[in-house]
């Protein structure tokens, strides 16, 4: 297949929005990556790790990126389902019902240590993610495009965490661990934020909402070969079937690890899929939507090992 130059007019998009949040976030480009291209795709995005080493502030440098509408949703136990779809009430003035909007319906939506909040108000965000609506007290009101939930989460095993239900991870296009820097990527950290101004303090939209919409619109130029989606089919398959795992990755998944190959095509200025793009993909994409099985999880397996195995084993195919 012969490029052609359309993929190309995302990169200088792409590029802006690199380097505004690489002003904030100091040798983190992998997953900055994974971040743009879980929003080219329409995707929602897990960021774990441990306490303190960057995940709001890569989130919120995103969203101060984005000439969008932003809301931040700090989860505590005490947050109600209510509270992030909204409400109705009587208006005392007209005697009619009035929609009260809750604090999803915005463009960028921070779910601040969403696994620090119950399992019914985690679920709340479970309509939401799946299909850019909410529904209360029978009555749908659709979410303004583009749409994207960026949530942070500690580890499971931390003090007051609540695990994420199978069918809400499943519903996070792709999931981020964003490490410890290293030493010289600390010392770039100290010197910026020893200023008397923050870097997050001087962001600036770098695109809008319209902008973003188109770059999504081009993802589905890219061509995906039949060799591509057998290839995507044949590893989640192989999950499935997997004595270490439990659960291996739905449908859904599939078509996630395809969108996210086609999003590495569009970054890389080509219009079709290769097999690399899928096999990088395929950790951030899959490993939060498998389940150990308990012999697995007593021997110290991760998904993130049986993935990796798994990938070595499914035959890549030689065309494009």
């Keep these: 297949m012969q490029q052609n130059a359309m993929p190309a007019q995302a990169r200088p998009?792409?590029?802006a929005l690199q380097q505004n949040i690489r002003r904030v976030i100091v040798g983190k480009d992998e997953a900055i990556e994974l971040l743009l291209i879980a929003l080219i795709c329409r995707g929602h995005v897990l960021i774990e790790d441990v306490p303190g080493v960057g995940k709001t502030t890569m989130a919120a440098a995103l969203a101060k990126s984005?000439?969008?509408?932003?809301k931040r949703i700090q989860f505590t136990p005490d947050v109600t389902p209510s509270d992030v779809t909204g409400f109705t009430m009587v208006n005392i003035q007209t005697g009619e019902m009035e929609f009260k909007p809750g604090a999803v319906m915005s463009q960028i939506i921070l779910a601040d240590e969403i696994n620090r909040t119950s399992p019914k108000t985690q679920s709340s965000l479970l309509e939401v993610m799946e299909e850019g609506q909410v529904t209360v007290d029978g009555v749908t009101h659709h979410l303004p495009r583009?749409?994207?939930?960026m949530a942070t989460q500690n580890p499971v095993d931390f003090v007051g965490t609540y695990p994420l239900p199978e069918a809400q991870m499943?519903?996070?296009f792709l999931r981020i661990a964003i490490g410890y820097p290293s030493i010289e990527e600390e010392m770039d950290v100290l010197e910026r934020y020893s200023a008397q101004i923050t870097p997050m303090q001087t962001l600036a939209p770098v695109c809008g909402?319209?902008?973003i919409i188109a770059m999504q619109e081009q993802l589905g130029a890219v061509y995906a070969s039949r060799e591509a989606r057998s290839y995507v089919a044949t590893i989640t398959a192989a999950t499935r079937n997997h004595p270490?795992?439990?659960l291996g990755a739905s449908p859904r998944?599939?078509?996630?690890l395809l969108k996210a190959a086609q999003a590495c095509a569009l970054l890389s200025a080509r219009d079709y899929v290769l097999p690399d793009d899928i096999r990088r993909m395929a950790l951030p994409v899959l490993s939060h939507r498998l389940i150990l099985t308990p012999e697995a999880r007593m021997k110290g397996i991760s998904a993130q090992q049986v993935l990796s195995n798994l990938l070595d084993t499914v035959p890549v195919p030689t065309g494009r």
Aim: proline share 4%.
């Design 13 to 15: 998009m792409v590029y």
């Design 66 to 70: 984005l000439q969008c509408s932003f």
């Design 146 to 149: 583009p749409f994207m939930v």
């Design 170 to 172: 499943d519903r996070f």
């Design 209 to 211: 909402a319209e902008e």
């Design 244 to 246: 270490a795992l439990q």
């Design 253 to 256: 998944g599939s078509i996630a």
